[in-house]
C-alpha cells in the first residue's frame, strides 16, 4: 500500500504536539486510506481535545473519511475564556 503525504495544522495549545520549529504546521506521510480518526492517534490528539477538523478548509463531522494524498488537515482545540 502506497503512502500518502498530507498537510497538518494543529491550533492553540495543541501546537505544542509538534516540534517547537514546525510552528503548528507540519508535513507528514501517512498510509493511504488512513482516516481523520486515526490521523487523531497518530498524532497524539484525544477526540475530547477536538472542537473543529477542517479538510482543505471544509468542516468535516465525520471523522471516518479517508484522507487523500495533498489534504490540508486543520485541527482546532474548544477555546474558552472571556
Known amino acids: 500500500m502506497r ?3 498530507i498537510e497538518v495544522r494543529l491550533f492553540a ?3 505544542e504536539l509538534l516540534p517547537s520549529e514546525s510552528r503548528g504546521v507540519k508535513k507528514i506521510e501517512i498510509k ?3 482516516t481523520i480518526d486515526d490521523l487523531m ?3 497524539g490528539i484525544l ?3 477536538i472542537m473543529i477538523v477542517m479538510i482543505n478548509g471544509i468542516r468535516r463531522l465525520d471523522y471516518n473519511e479517508s484522507l487523500k494524498d ?3 488537515v486543520a ?3 474548544p477555546v474558552g475564556g472571556g
Open 75 to 77: 485541527i482546532f482545540p
Open 13 to 15: 495549545y495543541l501546537r
Open 32 to 34: 493511504n486510506c488512513l
Open 3 to 5: 503512502n500518502i503525504q
Open 70 to 72: 495533498g489534504d490540508r
Open 47 to 49: 477526540e475530547k481535545e
Open 41 to 43: 492517534d497518530e498524532v
